[in-house]
């Protein structure tokens, strides 16, 4: 099939994503919260990029963009999100965009292929709102009330003030039209180092890990750091510690071969070197792709903070307060990506789980969905130092574009 395919510009793909670097540049990546103004500019770049692929859409009622064919035939959804973590890389969401733009315009003109790509950016899948806001809107997982309720976690604006600043409080939010398309393909970074560190050129994701986060609160007694003696204190922040210390103990006996865990944020009470910190908080997280290990972490957890209320020094609640399912990616989807990557690197790929949370697990909810990775250089992501090789940019492009063919022509 490589060799008698129209192909890939990977000049233009570089150019697009260098264009999208320029938006919000700081140092060598980029600083493109939701809704900032950068992120805006983002997907008006994206708006009037569409009709060079047969395509046409806005910027809807929560900050996503929809590009629709009126092409006859089938349709393949495919796209990934514009905004940034804070002080970011230029790679997370973008490629994805932009691979799916190049999908579209070599694609969706030519009369050989019967369909078309439709591409969108998903907004908020970095959750400074809420993560994965907008594809879950798309989905019909979202509620007026989750919107009204929802806050920046940087400055702590609600969604409502940020939607009318943008100027999209009055429009519709795009539902999903089920049944329109065969499914929904999403190329990433990595964000790791396997692939780098194999020699790999393509990443074929098998499964998106569910995440699970916890705010776990400790309650001492707040009391002065220079009389309170060492043997009578209930020192929250100790007990905090300690309690980190014990999960890194505890945890591996019960974990599975990928599980992973992190205490993303911890505060202290009153916060001040001269009080004893009379409450504690962490914000915890744990991911995997399979629900029945982290059931088992989570009742290991709520038995380790039991122990420690026995202990009679501070009490500790455990919280949770996210959940996402794991998701399986579409079999005949892999099948797809890996048959594109004999053809554009060399079957240089690996099938692998995705560490990682993304749209395509939201869309996985209503329809087949799949993902490649391309390496990440260093395995860095979520700092301005992501990168990848412009060799390898181009050939995921490649291998995208020609799965997305595939997909349409089977």
Request: include cysteine.
């Amino acid at each position: 099939m490589a060799d008698n395919v129209s192909r890939v510009d990977g000049t233009r793909v570089l150019a697009d994503l260098h264009a999208l670097r320029a938006i919000g540049t700081y140092k060598s990546g980029v600083h493109k919260p939701t809704f900032s103004e950068p992120h805006l500019r983002s997907l008006e770049w994206l708006v009037q990029r569409l009709p060079e692929a047969g395509l046409a859409g806005d910027i809807d009622g929560i900050g996503n963009v929809l590009g629709a064919s009126t092409k006859p035939g089938p349709k393949l959804l495919a796209g990934s999100h514009l905004e940034s973590q804070n002080h970011a890389g230029w790679l997370d969401g973008p490629l994805g965009v932009v691979y799916a733009l190049e999908a579209a315009r070599v694609i969706n003109p030519d009369p050989k292929i019967d369909g078309a790509v439709e591409v969108a950016a998903w907004c908020d899948e970095e959750g400074h709102f809420g993560h994965f806001l907008g594809s879950r809107s798309y989905v019909g997982a979202v509620a007026e009330a989750d919107i009204d309720s929802a806050r920046d976690r940087n400055d702590g604006r609600t969604m409502r003030e940020a939607l009318a600043s943008a100027g999209l409080a009055d429009r519709p939010r795009v539902q999903a039209e089920r049944g329109r398309h065969i499914g929904y393909l999403e190329a990433h970074i990595e964000q790791g180092e396997t692939l780098e560190s194999s020699g790999l050129k393509i990443g074929i994701v098998t499964s998106i890990v569910g995440i699970w986060q916890y705010r776990i609160t400790f309650t001492g007694e707040q009391n002065h750091a220079g009389t309170t003696r060492m043997a009578i204190r209930r020192d929250a922040g100790l007990a905090l510690a300690r309690f980190c210390v014990a999960i890194d103990d505890r945890f591996p006996a019960s974990c599975g071969p990928r599980t992973v865990w992190t205490t993303g944020r911890i505060t202290l009470e009153p916060g001040a070197p001269s009080i004893i910190p009379g409450a504690a908080e962490m914000l915890f997280q744990i991911r995997d792709d399979d629900p029945a290990v982290i059931a088992r972490l989570e009742d290991l957890l709520r038995a380790m903070a039991a122990e420690v209320d026995k202990q009679g020094r501070c009490s500790v609640a455990v919280e949770r307060i996210r959940t996402g399912a794991p998701a399986r990616m579409d079999a005949s989807f892999q099948q797809a990506i890996e048959a594109a990557s004999a053809a554009f690197a060399g079957g240089k790929s690996l099938r692998m789980p995705s560490g990682a949370g993304h749209d395509a697990q939201i869309l996985a909810t209503i329809m087949p969905a799949g993902m490649l990775f391309v390496p990440s250089i260093g395995g860095i992501s979520h700092h301005w130092t992501e990168n990848t090789a412009d060799a390898d940019i181009v050939t995921g492009a490649e291998v995208f574009v020609d799965a997305c063919r595939r997909l349409l022509v089977r």
